[in-house]
Each structure stands twice: as structure tokens, then as C-alpha cells.
């Protein structure tokens, strides 16, 4: 990892319905952090739906908002923040989140993922004739962003208890020197 770094924030990165909200919440708990979500402070800012703003102006104008939103952080100290899925996948958005963050990218397999969003309606790239082969279909295509985080973290056989205590550990002795 660059030596000119500064660690003050954790950026969980990942797919959808990999427990980036869940173990989010727990890892701000655990060091006192403040807690944050890209899509929430989009709604916040715009008073839209994500859903909405998909499908009134477009997923581009979607990308632009995430964008804005990733370059308020880096003003941000002491807080976790739990970035939607696609987000990573503007090189500006994850150069950007390692100028004060550890970057943590959570893994899962498309048949976890899918058994953990079936039954939510909220994420507008799953409204699709077969959300399954949508699921493969993108996570081919991210992975290679999701693999440029400076931690990877699989959440398909650990807990989210199991998974936050983890991260704790390894942000503790990333950030050590690095503040
Ligand atoms: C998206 C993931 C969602 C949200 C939007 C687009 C994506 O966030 O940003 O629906 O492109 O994967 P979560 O990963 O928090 O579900």
C-alpha cells in the first residue's frame, strides 16, 4: 500500500446483497464511527428514490450524482461508509476513496447474493426479466474493480459478527501510523 496515504475513513465496496449496510453498521459501532451510505445521502440530497432517479433521468445521471457524493467524503474523518454496488466501477471513485480510506471490498457468490435480495425491490438493476443471469452477468464484469480494494473479505461463510471483527482488526493495524 502507498506509504502517503491517510487511513482516517473505511470505504466498503462490493456488490449488491454482500452485507456492506450490515457489517457497515457494525464496524462504525465497534470504533465509534460514524455510519454512511452513498445511495442514503443521495436520496438525502435529492429527495428522490434511487429507483426514481433510474428511471426519470437515467442510470448515467445516477453515476454523476455517486460521483459528486464520493468526492464530498474525502472531507470526512472516523467514518465508515458503504458505497453502492456500481460505484467502484468509476476509477475516480475508488482513486479518490484511497486518498483517506481503507478500501474494503466484500465477496460473495451470485447464489448468496441472490438468496439475500430476492425479496427486495429498491435496487433497480434487478428489475429485469432474469435477475439471476443479471446477478452473474454484472459480477463478471466488476470483479476486477471489486479485486482493486486493499482488503477482500468473502461473506458467504462467515458472520456479519464474525466478518466486522475482521475488519476492526486489520483497519486498527492498517492505521496505525497512517493518521
Ligand atoms: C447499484 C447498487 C445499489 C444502488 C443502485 C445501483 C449497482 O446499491 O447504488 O441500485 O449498480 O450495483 P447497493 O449495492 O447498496 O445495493
Do not use: C
Not at 465508515?80 to 467502484?88: D, E, Q, W
Not at 476509477?91 to 481503507?102: I, Q, R
Not at 427486495?120 to 438493476?125: C, I, K, T
Amino acid at each position: 500500500m502507498q506509504s502517503d496515504r491517510r487511513l482516517v475513513n473505511i470505504a466498503l465496496i462490493g456488490f449488491m446483497g454482500t452485507g456492506k449496510t450490515s457489517v457497515g453498521r457494525l464496524v462504525a459501532e465497534q470504533l465509534r464511527f460514524e455510519y454512511l451510505d452513498t445511495d442514503e445521502l443521495i436520496q438525502a440530497q435529492t429527495g428522490r428514490s434511487i429507483n426514481d432517479i433510474f428511471k426519470t433521468d437515467g442510470e448515467p445521471a445516477f453515476r454523476a450524482l455517486e460521483q459528486q457524493i464520493v468526492e464530498e467524503l474525502a472531507g470526512h474523518t472516523n467514518t465508515v461508509v458503504a458505497t453502492g454496488g456500481g460505484l467502484p466501477v468509476n476509477p475516480k471513485n475508488l482513486a479518490s476513496l484511497k486518498t483517506h480510506a481503507l478500501v474494503v471490498s466484500l465477496w460473495s457468490s451470485p447464489e448468496k447474493i441472490w438468496e439475500r435480495v430476492r425479496h427486495q425491490g429498491h435496487r433497480p438493476l434487478l428489475h429485469d426479466a432474469d435477475p439471476q443471469a443479471k446477478i452473474r452477468e454484472l459480477l463478471a464484469a466488476r470483479g476486477p474493480f471489486y479485486k482493486q480494494a486493499d482488503v477482500l473479505l468473502n461473506t458467504d461463510l462467515r458472520s456479519v459478527r464474525e466478518v466486522a471483527q475482521q475488519l476492526v482488526h486489520q483497519f486498527r493495524l492498517e492505521a496505525s501510523g497512517r493518521r
